[in-house]
């Protein structure tokens, strides 16, 4: 029994040493994919265009200028996710308690009742406040411990392959922007590329060398199969930003009937992307929100008062 154990754990240790060894390989997937399609649609079919003169120009220059504008953003987006910290839990961090009505904070370190094997969480002083055994520290509301990563993430939504990196508390906004560039910029190339892809099915004579007409081929099938998962995952976000839930939450069904973070859609939608709209299309923060909005942060979150008494 013991052996299995072990064996078990170091199996899930290799699975996340797996994972984290994914990591840069999915980096660059990614350019892999941006390269296709840059050279299908820009080098191969809408660059050319250019020196046609007339209308043709005209519609690839616009074409050609909406695609760079949203690689840009797309590639700033996925940079700042990949390289932001999703927000890690400050050492010797307690919560703040509300006295008037008896919170009290229990021992720490070894001595905190949660931390002792076969003690369930909820046999503590407070039930409120919750321990990470892996990490053996009190854990802020909504964080969560990230397997993949080893660690606790505030307000973890989910550890995602494909930016290696947790999407947490502070790069949530920058992961949900490069889900939505990416949709606007696959969604672009399809409708772009259709007209060649239809091409394929024709009798006549297709111009262009093998290479140029294999990678018109496949970025319009990457850039289809891309467009189309993405628009699932950001419906998904959509909803999960209006009721100021996590995936991680959305999935333990805490949300229900009632969800003490919920603010109402307004203030949900600022706790993730901030109160300025001149930030609100750019992976960043203004100074002003960040010092305001302690929800930016990940370690405090505003609540409904009547809810209060509900899990974190
Ligand atoms: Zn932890
Ligand atoms: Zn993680």
Redesign the pocket.
């Known amino acids: 029994m013991h052996r299995s154990g072990a064996v078990m754990a170091w199996n899930v240790f290799k699975f996340c040493t797996a994972l984290r060894g994914l990591g840069s390989i999915m980096i660059l997937l990614v350019l892999g994919v941006v390269g296709v399609t840059y050279y299908a649609v820009v080098i191969t079919n809408y660059g050319p265009l250019l020196s046609n003169g007339g209308l043709d120009s005209v519609y690839a220059f616009l074409l050609l200028l909406a695609f760079h504008c949203l690689l840009v953003m797309l590639l700033w987006s996925y940079f700042s996710v990949v390289l932001t910290d999703p927000g890690g839990v400050p050492p010797n961090w307690r919560p703040v308690l509300d006295e008037e009505r008896g919170e009290t904070l229990p021992l720490t370190g070894p001595e905190f009742a949660g931390s002792q094997p076969g003690v369930p969480l909820s046999d503590t002083a407070n039930p409120r406040i919750r321990y990470?055994r892996?990490?053996n520290h009190l854990k802020p509301p909504r964080c969560h411990?990230c397997s993949v990563c080893g660690?606790?993430v505030l307000k973890m939504d989910h550890h995602c392959v494909w930016v290696v990196n947790c999407v947490g508390a502070l790069n949530y906004k920058y992961f949900l922007l490069f889900l939505f560039y990416t949709f606007l910029e696959t969604s672009l190339v399809t409708l772009s590329l259709l007209p060649h892809f239809i091409a394929f099915f024709s009798d006549g004579e297709i111009p262009g060398t093998p290479g140029s007409l294999a990678s018109t081929f496949l970025a319009f099938v990457l850039n289809l199969a891309f467009a189309l998962s993405v628009m699932g995952f950001l419906i998904m976000h959509c909803s999960l930003v209006a009721g100021n839930t996590t995936t991680i939450e959305a999935y333990e069904k805490k949300t229900t009937p009632k969800w003490r973070y919920d603010l109402g859609r307004r203030k949900n939608f600022e706790q993730v992307f901030g109160a300025d709209k001149r930030y609100w299309f750019i992976p960043a923060y203004a100074e002003e929100d960040l010092r305001r909005m302690p929800a930016l942060q990940g370690l405090e979150y505003p609540s409904k008062p009547d809810l209060d008494a509900q899990e974190f």
């Open positions: 990470c892996k990490c411990h660690r606790c």
